[in-house]
């Protein structure tokens, strides 16, 4: 199965750096998805990007796709303590009846205040 | 506005000793339901999958099992603890019908350890 892998697996900043993590995954998506966990908690969902799009925003946060190069980048800029979570992304599967999504393991962010 | 619950929110069993984790979903009819587990500093391993009451999928051979015994009820069960068990367990759901990807909704998590 594929799967999307975050890069680094750590990244240690001070407050108001940003902070940028890569996914990288294997064969063709409908779309990834970015995550967020705090420790000990579930996971969050953060943002949605479709195969057919390039660059999608939500706040402080920006995503980027490139398909060709099977890579998605999540920046998060002007970053907080608050940001101090895990990150992973999750790629889907092109076609099939349902959503089977696959998770890396996740680029792990600490945000020094 | 949807929910999901999990309980128990820690376990400690011992090796050999039987199984169930609860999840529940609120506020929506026929979701997709998921069973994660995620060992210490791990991504996310999907276990077990439901499209529908009594439709299961398994995506990791193991001696675990899960039920979907109603609508938005998902049970992970085992009869055996294994030391390798241990693990922090989640259960998601999504919104039901569609066909390709849609947005996971994580409960709170269960973190087992088996001693």
């Known amino acids: 199965s594929q799967q999307g892998e975050e890069d680094p697996q750590a990244l240690s900043i001070q407050e108001g750096e940003n902070a940028t993590m890569n996914c990288s995954y294997k064969?063709?998506?409908?779309?990834l998805q970015w995550y967020r966990q705090n420790s000990g908690r579930g996971l969050v969902h953060l943002i949605l990007?479709?195969?057919?799009?390039r660059e999608k925003h939500s706040g402080r946060l920006r995503v980027t796709l490139d398909t060709s190069k099977k890579s998605s980048s999540l920046l998060i800029t002007a970053s907080r303590a608050a940001d101090t979570a895990s990150y992973f992304c999750?790629?889907?599967?092109?076609?099939?009846?349902?959503?089977?999504?696959?998770f890396g393991r996740g680029t792990s962010l600490i945000v020094h205040p | 506005s949807q929910t999901i619950h999990q309980w128990p929110a820690t376990l400690v069993q011992p090796v050999g000793s039987p199984l169930s984790l609860e999840c529940t979903v609120e506020?929506?009819?026929?979701?997709?339901l998921y069973w994660y587990r995620q060992a210490a500093g791990r991504g996310l391993q999907l276990l077990f999958y439901?499209?529908?009451?009594?439709?299961i999928s398994s995506e990791v051979p193991q001696n675990l099992s899960a039920s979907r015994p109603q609508d938005r009820q998902f049970i992970l069960s085992s009869k055996k603890l294994l030391l390798s068990d241990s693990g922090f367990y989640l259960c998601?759901?999504?919104?039901?019908?569609?066909?390709?990807?849609?947005?996971?909704?994580f409960g709170p998590g269960t973190r087992l350890t088996v001693l």
């Open positions: 990007i479709r195969s057919n799009e």
């Open positions: 064969t063709s998506i409908n779309n």
């Open positions: 506020g929506t009819s026929n979701p997709n």
């Open positions: 999750a790629t889907d599967k092109v076609g099939g009846g349902s959503y089977i999504p696959t």
């Open positions: 439901s499209v529908g009451i009594g439709q």
């Open positions: 998601a759901w999504s919104v039901g019908g569609q066909g390709d990807s849609d947005t996971q909704y």
